[in-house]
C-alpha cells in the first residue's frame, strides 16, 4: 500500500530504496500535495523528471507570467532521473553517421556542437540555483581491453577527424595514458573526451524542483495522468487525472519510459531495463592505483554497455545493460532488480578493478529508459493539437533533457532560436511492432550484444552479428 501524502517516514521507506543517490533525498521527504480541484493554466507538464523539470525552468525563466503546472505520479526524480549512472555527457542516442545521412554535415555538427555546450549549461544552472549535484567536468574514458576492442576505439577517433572533430573532442590515449587516467586490468589504451561531468542525479532533480518551484511552477506529486486528450481548434488539451482536470494551452508529455503507460501510446517508445551496484567508500590506498582523480566517467569498447563513475564521497557506482525487455512494454517495480544481472555487474566491476574482491558492494538497484523504433530521440510541438513532446534518450538524457526542456521552451513560446532549427526537432520515430514481435525484437537485440562480446573475447575479431545490428538500427 502507498504511503499517504504527507507520511514522511513511509515515504523514506518506499523512495529510499530506489537508488544510491536517494539515500541523500530520502529522508526527510514530504511530497508535494495533488491538486483539490480542476484547474486551468498556460502550460501542464506530465512527468516531474529532468524533461519535465527543465521545460518549466525555462519556461519559467523565459516568461515568469506563464502558468506552469507539473503532475507526477511518484515524486520529482522518482524514474530515470533519480536513478541513472550519473553522466551529464555529450551523447546523443543517434550516431554521427546516422545524422549525416538523414540531415546532412552541418546539421550534425550543430546537434554535437548543441549537446557539447548543455553539459556546461547543466553545470551553470546548478551552481546559479544553489543545487550541490556535486558536478564535476572530468571527461569520459573509453578503455579498450582488447585488440578488437582498440581496433574499434582507434576508427572511432578516425571518423571523428574525417567529421570535422578535432583532439579537443576525442583523442585516443596510449597504454601510458590511459593507465594514467585508470588504473583497470589489462588496459591497452583509451579515448577521452572532456565532454562529460560526473554528477549526483537525484540531488539534482530535486534540488531543480526546489528551483522552479520558487519560480512560481506549481507542482502536484502523487497525481497520476491517466490520460491526455488533445486539442482541437477551440478547444484546449487537458490533462485528466484523479483529483480533477487540468485544462492548459499546451500539454507536455515528460515521462521517457512510462510513456507506453499513457492510453495510446503503447507503442511509442520501448521501455528497457538498466541496473546499477555500488560499492562501500573506497581507500586511498584504492584510488592511488584506480585513478579517476578528476572523477571522470568511464567504460569500455564492449558492445553490451556499461558506465561507472567514482562518486563525491569515493564510491564506484557502476551499470550497464542486460535486463530482459518485458512482455506488453511492461514497467513495474518489480523488474527494478534482476539478481543475475546484478551479480554480474559486481563480476565485472571485480574484472575491472581486482582490488574490489576486498570490498563491500552496499547497493543495487534499476529502473526502465526509454528506446525509441529508430533510436533516435526527439523533440517536437503540435501547436495546433497544443501537444508537446521530448524523449527516446536511450540511456543518455542526463543532459539531453536540458536541451529539450530549453528547445520546448522556444517552441511553446514561438522564439526563433538556433536551438528550433536543431534535427531533432519535431522528429516523428515509427511506432515498434505490436506483441509479440516487439519483446522478440528487443529481447534479440539484446541477446546479440551479449553474443558479440562472447565471441570477439573467444575468437579475437569483430562481430558481425554486431555490425549487423547496428546496420539494422540505422546507426
Not at 107 to 116: K, L, S, T, V, Y
Not at 203 to 226: K, P, Q, S
Request: proline content about 6%; overall charge negative; hydrophobic content about 40%.
Amino acid at each position: 500500500m502507498a504511503p499517504a501524502v504527507g507520511d514522511p517516514e513511509g515515504d523514506a521507506a518506499r523512495y529510499g530504496h530506489l537508488s544510491l543517490w536517494w539515500d541523500a533525498v530520502a529522508q526527510p521527504l514530504s511530497p508535494r500535495p495533488p491538486p483539490t480541484g480542476d484547474l486551468a493554466v498556460d502550460v501542464c507538464i506530465v512527468g516531474a523528471g529532468f524533461t519535465g523539470l527543465w521545460t518549466a525552468h525555462a519556461l519559467s525563466t523565459a516568461d515568469p507570467t506563464i502558468r506552469i503546472a507539473v503532475v507526477e505520479k511518484e515524486v520529482a526524480g522518482f524514474g530515470a532521473s533519480g536513478r541513472n549512472g550519473g553522466w551529464c555527457s555529450a551523447l546523443f542516442a543517434t550516431s554521427d553517421a546516422a545524422l549525416v545521412r538523414r540531415y546532412g554535415m552541418d546539421a550534425m555538427r550543430d546537434m554535437r556542437r548543441a549537446m557539447q555546450a548543455t553539459v556546461d549549461a547543466v553545470g551553470v544552472t546548478a551552481r546559479d540555483e544553489g543545487i550541490d549535484c556535486h558536478f564535476a567536468k572530468g571527461g569520459t574514458i573509453d578503455a579498450a581491453r582488447t585488440d578488437v576492442q582498440r581496433t574499434r576505439a582507434l576508427a572511432e577517433v578516425d571518423e571523428a577527424r574525417a567529421l570535422g572533430f578535432g583532439e579537443d573532442d576525442l583523442r585516443w590515449l596510449d597504454r601510458s595514458e590511459a593507465e594514467s587516467m585508470l588504473g583497470i586490468e589489462g588496459i591497452l589504451g583509451a579515448t577521452f573526451t572532456p565532454h562529460c561531468a560526473a554528477i549526483q542525479p537525484a540531488l539534482l532533480a530535486r534540488g531543480l524542483a526546489d528551483a522552479v518551484e520558487r519560480r512560481g511552477v506549481r507542482i502536484y506529486e502523487h497525481t497520476e495522468a491517466t490520460g491526455i486528450t488533445a486539442g482541437s481548434p477551440g478547444r484546449s488539451p487537458v490533462v485528466h487525472t484523479p483529483a480533477g482536470t487540468i485544462t492548459a494551452d499546451v500539454v507536455v508529455r515528460a515521462v521517457e519510459a512510462w510513456t507506453a503507460t499513457l492510453p495510446g501510446q503503447r507503442r511509442t517508445l520501448a521501455p528497457v531495463y538498466s541496473l546499477m551496484v555500488a560499492t562501500e567508500p573506497l581507500s586511498a590506498e584504492f584510488w592511488e592505483t584506480a585513478g579517476l582523480r578528476g572523477r571522470a566517467t568511464f567504460a569500455d569498447y564492449r558492445h553490451m554497455i556499461i558506465y561507472g563513475q567514482r562518486t563525491a564521497d569515493d564510491r564506484i557506482a557502476f551499470g550497464g545493460r542486460g535486463a530482459p525487455y518485458h512482455f506488453g512494454s511492461a514497467v513495474r517495480p518489480s523488474f527494478d532488480g534482476t539478481p543475475a544481472v546484478h551479480s554480474l555487474l559486481r563480476r565485472t566491476l571485480v574484472d575491472l578493478f581486482p582490488a574490489l574482491d576486498a570490498f563491500r558492494f552496499t547497493h543495487a538497484w534499476g529502473g526502465p529508459l526509454a528506446i525509441p523504433r529508430d533510436w533516435h530521440s526527439s523533440v517536437g510541438f503540435e501547436r495546433q493539437q497544443g501537444l508537446a513532446w521530448a524523449g527516446g534518450y536511450v540511456g543518455d538524457g542526463v543532459a539531453t533533457t536540458n536541451l529539450a526542456g530549453r528547445t520546448l521552451a522556444d517552441l511553446i513560446t514561438g522564439s526563433d532560436t538556433e536551438l528550433i532549427r536543431l534535427p531533432w526537432v519535431n522528429h516523428r520515430s515509427p511506432r515498434w511492432e505490436p506483441e509479440p514481435l516487439r519483446w522478440l525484437g528487443v529481447n534479440a537485440g539484446l541477446w546479440t550484444m551479449k553474443l558479440a562480446d562472447h565471441t570477439e573475447e573467444r575468437k579475437g575479431r569483430p562481430s558481425r552479428l554486431a555490425g549487423r545490428m547496428e546496420r539494422l538500427l540505422g546507426q
